[in-house]
């Protein structure tokens, strides 16, 4: 799969895509269904992303201290 970045990109112009008013059926379905998938990977590197990410609450004995963000 592309990253998180390129499937974005992707994404934007499956939509672009859609709009058209002259788009067969059966391409709008193709798109579509490529487009679903590419939503479920973005959801799924920005849930990864979400559980990496810690906020910083202080210091304490030279070390940061964190919590998981939420």
């Known amino acids: 799969m592309k990253n998180f970045e390129e499937a974005l990109k992707?994404?934007?112009?499956?939509?672009?895509?859609?709009?058209?008013?002259?788009?067969?059926?059966?391409?709008?379905?193709?798109?579509?269904e490529e487009g679903m998938k590419l939503v479920d990977y973005c959801s799924k590197k920005l849930q990864e992303a979400q559980n990496r990410v810690k906020m910083i609450t202080g210091v304490k004995n030279g070390k940061l201290e964190t919590e998981d963000f939420e």
């Open 10 to 32: 992707r994404l934007e112009q499956i939509a672009k895509l859609l709009e058209r008013e002259d788009i067969a059926l059966d391409e709008a379905i193709n798109l579509y």
